[in-house]
């Protein structure tokens, strides 16, 4: 179906399930509340209240596409919000998906009586160009943990990170409408019994790279306490106004655009091609990507990595890590590489520090010349990986408590070749996911390391420590794996030293 016909029928859906029951007669139903905008009717089950597709945002379509996330409307009646939360536009192996009318958020909560809980906002990951709330299922998570969870859309792609001259600005909407999800979450999480005082931001991979820019983002101060980041280093740089600039020009030109107005015209199925910003190699960096954050701007005056490091970013407690063997699962598709374009990627990605490299990480010393290679770029981590999230921890113990981790049980996945623990492969231990690929079942033992994770997340959202040793700027974090939590050597294990002189 057309993303057009999609967004019609999705609001026809929304419109739909707006019931017309009286709130006077509902205060006791355990599955509704009154938020600001109006009451709420979610799923009720035996440990938990379920509350989807609640609008934070007005719809940011037609003259509103491309702006910053204005308020939702209020509504009469008791709104409807058992259905999923819309994906917003975004590529899949099927064809087009999701509607721009989707600005809308999860809420998981408990049903358990007492203090105020902890509150954790998750961010997803997907490139920028893909994901959703309703891919995240909280229950596991937000009942064990004690916590409400609340699980925001945001925009994504070329409709999120435009950045043009017909447009002015600098981009940001995806994260300014996380900013509002944000805000959203200060207004309204205590009707749900939550403390609004006490809200751990979260992501993992995009949404880690989202977290570290409201790290340095002042909208975003005072909006959370507490900042997860999973497999998204702070250091990594993102895109400056000019790299942007240059991506919208080029994405602009192929629409045939040069007016505000002739974008926001733009039927949405056309748009489909930008949105995911097409193949780039797999050795390229993290600021190669055409969608993302754009530092340098007026929502983020400086890069994350930089505020971090002078001092000027969010001194809230970080919890930080990533999986130990991140790039394996991105290099598959590389599987048959040869030794010859082993060499030729080095020589792409580091220049005349090729053969420093390859002395380092010689094809020889591996199954396969594409194990080298995500190993190489594993530890390098100029898109994701290792030694920029020990950069980020060693900068930001500094300023503020961090703990940092290394999730580093394996997947037992053989094909093509052993993918260990690559990205993303942490998500079932918090989650109950669901993704086009498919995640292996956890065994009996790490269903008991699942609960240890989100004890230990828990955890740090309800006092601000994960309950291990908080990070000494050495080169030492946490090993996360079903034999148990163990001091890593991270930073010897992945070169560290080695890459701190190299391009990054």
């Known amino acids: 179906m057309p993303i057009r016909a999609l967004a019609v029928a999705a609001a026809a859906a929304i419109a739909l399930t707006t019931l017309a029951a009286s709130p006077a007669s509902a205060t006791t139903d355990p599955g509704v509340v009154k938020v600001g905008d109006g009451w709420l009717r979610g799923s009720v089950a035996a440990d938990h209240v379920t509350y989807s597709s609640i609008p934070y945002a007005a719809p940011p379509v037609g003259e509103r596409r491309w702006k910053p996330p204005a308020a939702a409307k209020s509504w009469r009646g008791i709104r409807d919000a058992t259905q999923p939360s819309p994906l917003c536009p975004q590529g899949s192996m099927t064809g087009a998906t999701g509607t721009e009318d989707c600005l809308y958020l999860d809420v998981t909560v408990p049903r358990k009586a007492g203090k105020r ?39 994504l792609g070329a409709l999120g990170f435009l950045a043009a001259p ?33 809200v751990t931001l979260a992501g993992q991979s995009a949404g880690a790279r989202s977290v570290c820019a409201h790290l340095a983002a002042p909208s975003s101060r005072g909006l959370f306490q507490r900042a997860i980041t999973q497999s998204g280093a702070c250091e990594n740089k993102v895109l400056t106004p000019a790299k942007a600039q ?31 910003g097409g193949r780039v190699p797999v050795h390229s960096r993290a600021d190669d990507r055409p969608w993302g954050p754009v530092a340098g701007t007026t929502f983020l005056p400086r890069q994350p990595g930089e505020a971090i490091r002078i001092g000027r970013a969010a001194r809230v407690p970080l919890l930080l890590g990533g999986t ?21 990627m080095m020589v792409e990605t580091f220049g005349a520090q090729a053969d420093v490299v390859l002395a380092k990480y010689p094809a020889a010393a591996y199954d396969s010349p594409a194990l080298a290679l ?25 300023h503020q408590r961090v703990y940092a981790y290394e999730f580093a049980e394996d997947s037992r996945q053989t094909e093509p070749y052993p993918l260990g623990a690559y990205h993303s492969l942490d998500l079932p231990y918090l989650w109950d996911v669901s993704f086009p690929n498919n995640f292996p079942p956890l065994t009996a033992e790490q269903q008991e390391l699942s609960a240890q994770i989100i004890d230990r997340w828990a955890a740090f959202a309800h006092t601000g420590s994960p309950n291990w040793p908080s990070f000494n700027r050495t080169s030492t974090v946490t090993g996360l794996s079903a034999e148990g939590l163990t001091p890593t050597p991270y930073g010897r294990t992945h070169h560290c030293d080695f890459w701190a002189g190299l391009p990054r």
């Open 246 to 276: 240059d991506f919208g020009a080029r994405a602009t030109a192929d629409l045939g655009c040069t007016t505000a107005a002739c974008l926001r015209s733009v039927a949405p199925e056309r748009l489909l091609p930008l949105l995911n």
């Open 117 to 155: 809980l902890p509150v954790v906002v998750w961010l997803y990951g997907g490139g920028f160009t893909s994901g959703g709330a309703q891919q995240y299922d909280a229950t596991r998570f937000a009942t064990a943990g004690e916590l409400i969870v609340v699980t925001p859309n945001y925009r």
């Open 324 to 344: 130990r063997d991140e790039m394996r699962g991105f290099v598959s598709n590389d599987a048959a590489l040869t030794e010859a374009g082993y060499r030729t």
């Open 374 to 398: 995500a190993t190489v770029l594993g530890d390098w981590g100029g898109f994701v990986g290792a030694c920029p999230v020990l950069r980020t921890a060693q900068a930001a113990a500094r």
């Open 166 to 198: 017909a447009l002015g600005g600098g981009g940001n909407y995806g994260l300014m409408d996380q900013t509002a999800a944000l805000r959203w979450v200060r207004e309204n999480v205590a009707r749900f019994g939550g403390d609004p005082r006490n």
